[in-house]
Each structure stands twice: as C-alpha cells, then as structure tokens.
C-alpha cells in the first residue's frame, strides 16, 4: 500500500459516498452540499492523476461557480416543502435500481478489462505532472478551432438566458 | 509503482451510474441537473486517467475536460434558467407534473 493507494480509496470513497447522498437525500440543498463533496474529492483524484490545474479549474468552476448557480436557484424556488414526494416510489424504483445495478457491472466488468488493453499495456504511464504552460500551448495551437467554438457556446448560453428571462418579465407584464 | 489505469475507470463507471441512477429515481428536475452534472464528472475522470495511462506526453484528455466543463457551465446556464420560467408558470418542478409543452 503506496501512499498514492491510501490517498485514492480516500478520495474514492468521499467521492462515492458523496454522489449517493446526492441522490437520496430530500432536501435539494443537502444533496447540492453533498455534490460540492463529490467535487472537492473529484480535484483530489485529479491532483493524484498529475492533473494539477483541471484540479484547480474543477474546484473554481464546479465546486465554485457552478454549485453557486445551483444553491442560488434551489433557495429562489424555496422549494423544501415542495420536495417531499420527489423520488419514484414501488415497482418503478426496483426496476431503476436493477436496471442502474446491471449498468454499474457492465461499466466496472468494462473498466477492469481495459487494463488489459494491448494499446493502455504497452504504453508507460507518464508520471509527470502536466504545467499550465504545455495545456495554454495546446490550447492555443492544436485545439484552437474547438476553443473558439466553445466561447461562441458561452455566448450563445449567455444570450438564451437573458432571453428566456426576458419572455418571463414581459409575460407578467 | 503508481496506481494502475483501471482502479479510475471502476471509480468512474461507478460514479456515472450513480448519476444514471439519480435520473431514474429522482423527479426533481433541479436534482435531475446535479446528477447529470455527476455523469459529466466521471467522464472527466476517465479522461484524465486514460490520458495518463496512454504515456503520451501532450495532455490532450485534460483539453477535453475543459470543453466538457465548458459545456456543462453553459448546460447549467440553460437549464436553471428553464427551470426558474418551469417553475413561475407551474409551481412545481417535479418533471411527472411538467407533461405538456403548452402552458
């Protein structure tokens, strides 16, 4: 048991039992504090992979930014009390949970045969941590066209909420 | 001797059926969002592990967590967004009662 073992069972377990209670508890808030937990571990297995700044960026953007969108519309909506008969109930959730338990083996049966994998066999895992000098250089020369899509994403995004916003305000009106 | 590709891939698979599983159960359509946001999150982990394991010395998996994340920032935008106009005219945001597209 290397140290890089401790930390990634601890790191995997907080993980997992943080995306369990995000889907069992009642109340959105306590499920959206418990993704802010999956998150947190999730950047803790980046920094182990040597991804040190998407581990950066996964704490700024999701456990930041993005958890702050969903905590600020969760307590917009107030929706405690409406939340109370929000999980499927009988026969529907056994045939969920068999169907998610059937998905769960064939993903793990996948991911422990793809160790075996003659092209990830024969390549040595690099152990060098990857700099934010080599992702910008990437970025910016081999992946530029996709780079400049994504802001045109944003842009888009951007503009499809204050539209829908917008539509809202005029409709009271 | 660093940690084998594998023991990342189980985690993922496990976490992304987690989140397949909180879309099935879960009728809140804003829970609905976080555990799409969870699948997201262990893709991004097989990404990551499989761009270490491959050796290559460019880090073109993290590249694609970028995008991913991009894309999910904007997803979220989108969706809380439908969701807040979902609910002013309905009330409620339980997607068994949101079953008609006409007001």
């Known amino acids: 048991m290397t140290a890089e073992h401790v930390l990634f069972f601890v790191f ?22 418990s993704l802010i937990v999956t998150f947190f571990a ?4 980046f920094v182990l992979l040597g991804a040190h700044f998407v581990a950066a960026v996964q704490v ?8 702050v969108l969903f905590l600020f519309v969760i307590m917009l909506l107030n929706l405690g009390t409406l939340s109370a ?20 083996i064939q993903g793990v049966y996948i991911a422990m045969t793809a160790g075996t994998d003659t092209a990830l066999e024969s390549a040595q895992a690099s152990t060098e941590v990857v700099t934010t000098y080599k992702i910008g250089e990437l970025l910016f020369s081999k992946y530029l066209l996709p780079f400049e899509v994504t802001s045109l994403i944003l842009l888009a995004a951007l503009i499809g909420v204050i539209v829908l916003v917008k539509r809202e305000n005029q409709a009271e009106n | ?9 189980v985690l993922s698979a496990l976490l992304f059926t987690i989140g397949v599983l909180g879309v099935l159960i879960r009728r809140n359509a804003i829970i609905i969002f976080m555990c799409i ?33 991009a894309v999910a920032a904007a997803e979220v935008a989108i969706g809380l967004a439908i969701i807040v106009s979902v609910f002013k005219h309905k009330k409620t945001i ?9 007001g």
């Open chain 1, 60 to 67: 700024i953007v999701y456990a930041g930014a993005i958890m």
């Open chain 2, 94 to 102: 339980n997607v068994d009662e949101v079953n008609s597209l006409k």
């Open chain 1, 85 to 104: 008969k929000s999980a499927l109930k009988g026969k529907l959730k056994g045939l969920a949970v068999v169907l998610g338990v059937l998905l769960a």
């Open chain 1, 12 to 33: 995997g377990a907080v993980s997992l039992i943080g995306a369990i209670s995000v889907i069992s508890f009642r109340h959105p808030i306590y499920s959206a504090l």
């Open chain 2, 37 to 69: 946001e969870l699948m997201l999150n262990a893709a991004n982990l097989a990404f990551v592990a499989i761009n270490r394991s491959l050796g290559s010395s460019d880090p073109d998996g993290q590249l694609f967590v970028f995008f991913v994340m």
């Open chain 2, 1 to 9: 001797m660093s940690l084998g590709v594998e023991y990342y891939l």
């Open chain 1, 42 to 45: 999730q950047a803790g297995l």
